[in-house]
């Protein structure tokens, strides 16, 4: 004996603009919103969503000319750059605190950071 009971209505949802679809994927990927926000504000479902992510994320990249390798040299550059950048800020602590003769380092800096520094102080007084 079955229950003869109707089907559940499907939501009703609003033909969606490229340019819509486009703003809203740059919101979410930005983090200014989430898939379920965006969902409920504009009236798409969530799995419209989520293909429009996957399908024009790399439409995106395109449009910036970057493809995923480049973003990845570019990333790894950054890193090289700030790593110089650190390495540095630490030799010119430790040159500053070999001078002034204070501790700056053990009392402004995390434990780790301020270690690193006394060793490069032990390295340059060699």
């Known amino acids: 004996m079955k229950d003869n009971k109707p089907p559940c209505p499907k939501k009703e949802y609003q033909k969606v603009s490229f340019e819509l679809k486009l703003m809203i994927i740059d919101q979410i990927q930005n983090g200014q919103i989430s898939i379920n926000y965006a969902a409920k504000s504009y009236n798409v479902s969530r799995s419209s969503i989520d293909y429009w992510l996957k399908k024009y994320s790399t439409l995106e990249q395109k449009k910036r000319g970057m493809s995923k390798q480049d973003e990845i040299k570019k990333l790894k550059d950054k890193i090289e750059e ?38 490069r102080k032990r390295d340059l007084l060699k």
């Open 82 to 119: 700030l790593e110089f950048i650190k390495e540095f800020q630490r030799d010119y602590i430790a040159n500053l605190e070999n001078l002034s003769g204070l501790d700056l380092a053990k009392k402004h800096l995390p434990e780790a950071l301020a270690k690193e520094i006394e060793k």
